[in-house]
């Protein structure tokens, strides 16, 4: 099969389009011939060697963790799907090896979800690990219509969802960005506030009680989140391990395919929209890592194939 793939750490210099074996499809597997597959930042985090500390690879790697595509193989105990069904996946596996920048990826049925019918391939392609995230974080601090809920970082790719499912969720909610960015977060949903210096006050003088629930996606913003946190308030970040020693939650997301398919049923009523900055194709993955590297996108980056 063609893919993208790196036999050691670096920048996009090391990325060469090759020709591999195709996957191994284990029991509780399935085999996804990809539509599309999105680009995140952790993907070129760890291509640098990033996260080298926290996961084992196995060379070479296929990045990419996004998936949209077709099932095209089933592995021995896998009955939840059958041949031809379209799903979408955060498909990461337990070491980095076999990613989704490639023609075919196998996928646990446990992060396997049927792609909603409202979303495109590249839309559906571009929600699970940013959305997942969001929603893990969201659901997690136990967020409901009786809550006011801050969001660091609420025009990003994770905070965009974050916006529109504490939405989903009836809360009220308040989300940092520059001001560039806040006719968007108002479009999703919340009431923007600038980041920087004053920003407590700002977040004060709209909810002067402070907010329920704090979701950090930028990291920093711990002295901000416990200035104005509600006394019973809780918070959650997945930029910043110290906030575990405020009496908060550091998160990484999971994937799990029943949170995925609720992301679905969002989709499919109307409450999730998916921007799409650009597409790329197969062979140009090196120009969508190096855009997603400036950090200047508005909407999710798409590898079509």
Known sequence: MRAMAYETYGGTEVLTETRLP?????????????????????????????????MDVMY??????????????????????????????????????????????????????????????AEAAAVPLAGLTAYQVLTRLGTGKDDTVLIHGAAGGV???????????????????????????????AEPVEYGDGLADRVRALAPDGPTVVADFVG???????????????????ADHTVTGAGGAWMWVRPVGS?????????????????????????????AFELSQGGHTAGKIVIEL
């Not at 076999?98 to 049927?114: D, I, N, Q, W």
């Not at 969802?161 to 520059?178: D, E, K």
Request: charged share 20%.
């Open 159 to 189: 905070g965009s969802f974050a916006v529109q499912i504490a939405r989903s969720l009836g809360a009220r909610v308040i989300g940092t960005a520059s001001p560039r960015n806040h006719d968007r977060v108002r479009e999703l949903g």
């Open 220 to 238: 920093g913003v711990l002295a901000v989140t416990r200035d104005v946190l509600h006394p019973d308030g809780r918070h959650a970040s997945i």
């Open 60 to 121: 070479p790697v296929v990045p990419g963790w996004d998936v949209s595509g077709t099932v095209e193989r089933l592995g021995i105990d896998a009955p939840e799907f059958a041949e031809g069904d379209e799903v979408f996946a955060y498909a990461r596996k337990d070491y980095v090896h076999g990613g989704t920048f490639a023609e075919f990826v196998s996928v646990p049925v446990r992060a396997l979800a049927r792609k909603p019918a409202s979303l495109g391939w």
């Open 22 to 54: 195709m996957p191994k499809v284990a029991p509780g597997e399935v085999l996804v011939r990809v539509k599309c597959a999105s680009v995140n930042p952790v993907d070129w985090k760890i291509m640098s060697g990033g996260l080298d500390g926290l």
């Open 259 to 287: 949170d995925l398919a609720e992301l679905g049923r969002l989709a499919d009523s109307g409450q999730l929209t998916v921007p799409i900055a650009k597409t790329f194709p197969l062979t140009e993955l090196a120009a």
